[in-house]
């Protein structure tokens, strides 16, 4: 897997296949989302991009909160790789990266930097200044750009949707079995710390 830090220098792919998000944890809801990735962009014979934030947005947005990340990193993009993605694109978060709207991402990066075929969204996923765009106004938006948007259902464990936030409530209470369940691997107790 290719990874490249920031949009600028990005080679010219073939039908980008776009996913977008924290991926933090890589969870079973996660993997599911990726595997759809790298089939949709087999299917069109076009390439697997995930695009990240590094640092966290919650860690830039709400620093002074208990929020903490599943994963480091590397954890997380040796786990992205492990599910056959073509490439990551690492896009540093900032405060000012932030106040893009949904709009001016999907023109800016999505399609005038990606050159994206099809944007792949998991459940209840929302990007842009205060998460304005969720898949309603994104799909809509795109549609007048001829770029596909593609939701996936959500994963369920249980009766429960695998979401960081409840993995991460689970690592609080110390619920190993379920921590694990969720995530698909062992949790690396070191993170915990």
């Not at 830090?5 to 890589?26: C, I, M, Q, Y």
């Not at 089939?39 to 919650?58: I, N």
């Not at 765009?133 to 259902?153: A, S, T």
């Not at 979401?163 to 993170?191: C, E, F």
Request: overall charge negative.
């Amino acid at each position: 897997m290719l990874v490249f830090r920031g949009t600028d220098n990005l080679p010219e792919w073939k039908s980008p296949v776009v996913a977008v998000g924290s991926f933090d944890g890589v969870h079973l809801g996660h993997v599911r989302i990726l595997r759809f990735l790298r089939e949709q962009a087999e299917r069109v014979g076009g390439t697997s991009v995930v695009l990240t934030f590094d640092p966290h947005p919650r860690t830039v947005l709400h620093p002074a909160s208990n929020f903490f990340t599943i994963n480091t990193l590397e954890e997380n993009l040796h786990l992205i790789e492990q599910q056959g993605i073509d490439a990551t694109i690492i896009q540093p978060f900032t405060v000012d990266f932030s106040k893009r709207t949904y709009r001016q991402f999907i023109q800016e990066v999505i399609v005038g930097t990606l050159h994206a075929h099809t944007l792949v969204m998991g459940p209840n996923h929302a990007f842009g200044h205060q998460r304005e765009g969720h898949h309603d106004n994104i799909k809509e938006y795109c549609r007048e750009r001829d770029l596909e948007v593609v939701e996936i259902p959500e994963e369920m464990w249980h009766s429960a949707g695998v979401h960081s936030a409840v993995i991460r409530d689970h690592i609080r209470q110390h619920d190993w079995p379920t921590v694990n369940a969720m995530l698909g691997y062992p949790y690396s107790m070191k993170n915990a710390e």
